[in-house]
């Protein structure tokens, strides 16, 4: 909004020269992000509080220092979520097809997110909305994301998967592009929701893959260095590091509440929103398999918990001493902040790998 009130004035007042900027507006993004997280995260914890009494119900079969957590309030992902959406409408170019798009996953998630936490807090268990309804939910809304994102891409690219480190090589997959891109989008926020089980353990990784997306989105927007890089040219995508900006500041907004001991959980609001939405960016930046080694931590997860159930249905037999893998070392009596820490270790050094193919041509 500011972008198409303010810099018409640059004709006149060089000052406002300064909102055609990208990094500028993205800078902005992300304290706007995280001043409104400080405005609004004491009387919304405090609103949350009153109404879930109880807080958010802990699992009888989870690691007993869980229990310690009772009352501790959820949904803290509305936090976040309004103020990545006022940040971006502020500062993004509202023109940009990408922006609502990326906006559409990650507000249409985060409804279902909230749905889920809702059921779990009104029937005070740890089962919220049916895992088809939410698929379907996801499914739905990501259908409608990727058809628009097919449109707003190039020609030589709305079908197409590029393949890292390869040099121009882009596999064309057609019609089954869809199906690739949904995949993406909700294996990306539910590999998220996965993760979310330690106080700031999912939220700072998610910060992370937001500043390597939003360095990604401006090199891919830039055609001299996509050029210079040999990476995809997609033209107007740079705008998504506006949106990346508002969600490391609400991030970090969210992660001055979150931290140990939290006063807040994220909830499916938030990880289900999170996730989605770096799927979204991913694939329009045309960078879906760099996402798996950015986002490898969330990947790592997910794949434990896929590991546990085959291994149990096939075997009778568990892997892991309990599943998603944080839980695992939490069992073999790792504090949780050594977890936390440690994983926040490994998400900086999967971030730095798949930077790392940005160049590797």
Known sequence: MLYHLLTPLGDEFIFFNVFRYLTFRTGASIMTALLISFIIAPSMIRWLKKKQKEGQPIRADGPESHFEKAGTPTMGGLMILISVTISTLLWADLSNPFVWYAMLVMVGYGLIGFGDDFLKLTKRGTKGLPGKLKIAGQLAIGGVA???????????????????????????????????????????????????????????????????????????????????????????????????????????????????????????????????????????????????????????????????????????????????????FEKKGWSEPTIVIRFWIIAVILALVGLATLKLR
């Open 146 to 328: 990727v058809f628009g994102i097919m449109e707003a891409l190039p020609g030589h690219l709305d079908r197409h998967i590029a393949i890292p480190v390869l040099k121009d090589v882009y596999l064309y997959i057609g019609i089954f592009f869809v199906p690739w891109a949904l995949l993406v989008m909700i294996g990306a926020s539910n590999a998220v929701n996965l993760t979310d089980g330690l106080d700031g353990l999912a939220i700072v990784p998610v910060a992370i893959a937001a500043a390597c997306f939003g360095l990604i989105a401006y090199l891919t927007g830039r055609a001299d260095f996509a050029d210079y890089l040999n990476i995809p040219y997609v033209p107007g995508s740079g705008e998504l590091a506006i949106l990346c900006g508002a969600l490391i500041g609400g991030a970090m907004g969210f992660l001055w509440y979150n931290a140990p001991p939290a006063m807040i959980f994220m909830g499916d609001t938030g990880s289900l929103a999170m996730g989605g939405v770096l799927g979204a960016m991913a694939v329009m930046v045309k960078h879906e398999l760099v996402l798996a080694i950015i986002g490898g931590l969330f990947v790592l997860e997910t794949v434990s918990v896929i590991v546990q159930v085959v291994s149990f249905k096939l075997t009778g037999k568990r892997v892991f001493a309990m599943a998603p893998l944080h839980h695992h």
